[in-house]
Structures are given as C-alpha cells and as structure tokens.
C-alpha cells in the first residue's frame, strides 16, 4: 500500500486516495478493472493540479500508486486469461 502524505491539500488529494482504497482493499474482484481505471484517473488528475506547487513526496506517493495499479490491473488480466 502507498504511505500516507501530508493531507494539508485536503479534498483534492483524498478522492485519489479514496479511489486507490477502494481498489486496493476492496473485496469485489468483478469491478477491479472499472476501479483501476477511476483510481488512475483521479490519480492524474491530482498529478496535474500539483505539478507548480506541491512537494516531492505527493509526487512519489501518485507514482507509487500508479504502479501498484498497473500491477493489479496486469494480475487481473493474466486471470482472465488462465481462466
């Protein structure tokens, strides 16, 4: 899981985080897909409204997350395929 930043940004960085959880610890494994993808939006749409002002560990924090994204969505496809 990402580590927590810094929530001074407030709102605009909790609706990504918000997402990632859900994506992360949510259970249903038939909406992963729909979920990575509004996780990783959100997500870089945090990424641009932070590119002038915000600190070097929100942007470390976003990429982290990116990539755990992708590796959900790359397990997920390899169980479609298996199945």
């Not at 940004?9 to 259970?27: E, F, H, I, M, T």
């Not at 959100?42 to 932070?50: K, L, M, T, Y």
């Amino acid at each position: 899981m990402v580590p927590s930043t810094n929530r001074s940004s407030g709102n605009a960085s909790s609706k990504w985080r918000q997402l990632y959880d859900c994506v992360v610890l949510g259970p249903d494994r038939a909406k992963l897909p729909e979920r990575i993808a509004e996780a990783r939006s959100a997500i870089f749409d945090r990424a641009e409204e932070i590119l002038t002002h915000s600190s070097v560990d929100e942007h470390r924090t976003l990429n982290r997350a990116l990539r755990v994204l992708r590796l959900l969505e790359e397990a997920v496809a390899r169980e479609k395929t298996a199945a």
